[in-house]
């Protein structure tokens, strides 16, 4: 199976998961769990929500996290700071990478937004350099366009 054909199955099994629920923090606690046992070597998959101007974990799998990450610092902060996908080969050559596990080598996250305005992200950690590519980074964005459609606003 492609990586394509692979997130398009992801996709379609995360739509058939969240179904007619709307509540965010339920849907993220499935999308993650569908997200870290569907992608082969990951460490750590999950949301964090953006609250007062920084992020605060969200339901996951993996390792326990780093609760709150300020905007605009580590591969999380600066996502929401750009609005954009951040796919990091090595995170310790990011400047500024924020190591919640000492294992994860490589990095996507990419930032929830709603009507553009950046509401929290998804993360995905490897312990393997270079794990994430241009096809990951497209298949998560799908995936996000999917949970947000599915999900009310976080609560305040």
């Known amino acids: 199976m492609s990586k394509q054909d692979m997130f398009a199955d992801l996709t379609s099994q ?3 998961l969240l179904g007619a629920e709307r509540d965010p923090i339920a849907n993220a606690a499935n999308a993650a769990a569908l997200i870290f046992h569907v992608l082969p070597d990951l460490n750590w ?3 964090y929500i953006l609250r007062g101007g920084e992020l605060v ?3 996951f799998q993996g390792k326990p ?3 709150r990450i300020p905007a605009g610092r580590g591969v999380c902060g600066a996502a929401v700071a750009q609005k954009e996908a951040i796919l990091v080969e090595d995170v310790h050559a990011f400047p500024g990478h924020i190591a919640c596990d000492a294992a ?3 990095e996507l996250v990419v930032p929830l937004l709603r009507s553009g305005i950046p509401v929290g992200v998804i993360d995905l950690d490897s312990p393997v350099i270079g794990r994430f590519d241009a096809d990951d980074r497209i298949g998560i964005e799908a995936l996000a366009a999917v949970y947000l459609a599915a999900s009310d606003p976080f609560p305040a």
């Open 14 to 16: 995360t739509a058939a």
């Open 65 to 67: 996290a780093c609760v």
């Open 57 to 59: 974990l969200g339901p």
């Open 45 to 47: 998959a999950g949301f």
């Open 104 to 106: 994860s080598r490589s």
